[in-house]
C-alpha cells in the first residue's frame, strides 16, 4: 500500500522569472540537467535561486540502479561541443558555483572522465573564481580515469554511495559500495587540498545503525562532505519501493551524528539532494574549524 506523504515533503512547484530564465537558457544551449532528469522535488527552489547541476555526456544511463529516475538505454556518443556550452549557459546564469554530473558512461573507455575535465577546463576558462563541483560516477574503479579528472583541479569531487552495503544488490545493481569508497579515498589521496564529499538516501530498508556504519566507512575514505536525504521513488511501479519516510527530528540527529563523526559538513533533510545549496555546503566546509 502506498503511504501518503507527510506534510514537510509536500512540495508545491514555484514558477517565477528566475526560473523561466533558467529554462529558457538551458533550452537555447541544449543542455540537460539532472533536476528535471531525476525528477528532483527542489527544482522550482533551485531554478529559482539560479542553481542547477548540469547533467552531461547525455540523458541515457548504462546501469539500472532501481532508485533512480534517469532514463536507461543505450547513449549516444558523446557530445563535442557540449562542454563549452555548459560553461556558456553557465556564464549567461551567472553562477558562482556550478556543479556537473553525468550519466554512468560503461561504455566508454575512460566511463567519460576527458568529458568531465574539458568541462572543468571550460568552465575555469570563462569563470576563473567559480568554483565547480562535479559529481562523478565510479568510473568502473578506474584510477586511470579518475585522474584525468583530477588534473583539472575541481574544487570538489562528489561520488554517491547512494545506500548502505546490505542493500546494493537490490538497489544499486553493477556497483560496489567498497568500490566507491575507493574511488572518495583514492580522489583525496590524489588531491589532498580537494574536498571530497558522498550522499546517502534513507528510507529504503536500512537501519540507523547502518547508516552510522556508513558514515564512519566515509570518515575512514578521508570524505569531508555529506548529504542525507529521504528517498522518493521517481516512479511508482518501476523504482525500488519506498519502506518508511524519516522524520526531520531524524534527519537532525543524523546531521549530529555526522558532526560527530568529523564530517566538515552534513546536509541533512527531507528534501536534500546531492548538489541541495551546494554552495552554502562548501561555504560550511570551508569555515569548519579544522586542528
Known amino acids: 500500500m502506498k503511504q501518503p506523504r507527510p506534510p514537510w515533503l509536500k512540495v508545491r512547484l514555484r514558477l517565477g522569472e528566475d526560473f523561466e530564465r533558467l529554462e529558457a537558457i538551458l533550452t537555447r544551449w541544449g543542455l540537460n540537467t539532472i533536476c528535471r532528469e531525476a525528477s528532483c522535488p527542489n527544482i522550482g527552489e533551485c531554478f529559482n535561486h539560479k542553481t542547477a547541476t548540469f547533467l552531461i555526456l547525455g540523458d541515457r544511463c548504462t546501469r539500472g540502479c532501481s532508485f533512480c529516475g534517469v532514463k536507461r538505454g543505450i547513449p549516444c556518443p558523446p557530445d563535442p561541443g557540449e562542454t563549452k556550452r555548459v560553461a ?41 573564481d567559480a568554483v565547480v563541483e562535479v559529481l562523478i560516477p565510479d568510473l568502473k ?11 583539472a583541479r575541481p574544487n570538489i569531487v562528489g ?94 540527529a543524523f546531521f549530529e ?23 552554502q555546503q562548501w561555504e560550511n566546509y570551508l569555515n569548519f574549524p579544522c586542528g
Request: aromatic share 8%.
Open 88 to 128: 556558456q549557459a553557465i556564464k549567461e546564469i551567472g553562477l558562482t558555483h556550478a556543479v556537473i554530473t553525468s550519466v554512468t558512461r560503461d561504455d566508454l573507455s575512460d566511463g567519460g572522465a576527458m568529458a568531465f575535465a574539458q568541462t572543468i577546463r571550460e568552465i575555469k576558462l570563462l569563470q576563473p
Open 141 to 151: 574503479g578506474s584510477k586511470e580515469s579518475l585522474s584525468i579528472i583530477i588534473k
Open 159 to 252: 561520488h554517491n554511495v547512494e545506500t548502505v552495503p546490505r542493500l546494493y544488490p537490490q538497489v544499486r545493481r553493477g556497483a560496489d559500495y567498497k568500490r566507491s569508497l575507493r574511488v572518495l579515498k583514492t580522489a583525496k589521496e590524489l588531491y589532498p587540498v580537494m574536498a571530497t564529499k558522498s550522499g546517502l538516501m534513507v528510507g529504503m530498508g536500512e537501519e540507523k545503525e547502518e547508516v552510522f556504519q556508513a558514515m564512519d566507512d566515509l570518515r575512514a575514505a578521508d570524505c569531508d562532505l555529506l548529504t542525507v536525504g529521504q528517498y522518493l521513488p521517481p516512479a511508482a511501479d518501476s523504482n525500488f519501493s519506498l519502506q518508511r519516510y524519516y522524520s526531520p527530528s531524524e534527519f537532525q
Open 257 to 279: 551524528e555526522g558532526m560527530k563523526r568529523g564530517f566538515r559538513w552534513v546536509e541533512s533533510g527531507p528534501l536534500v539532494r546531492s548538489s541541495y545549496h551546494a554552495e
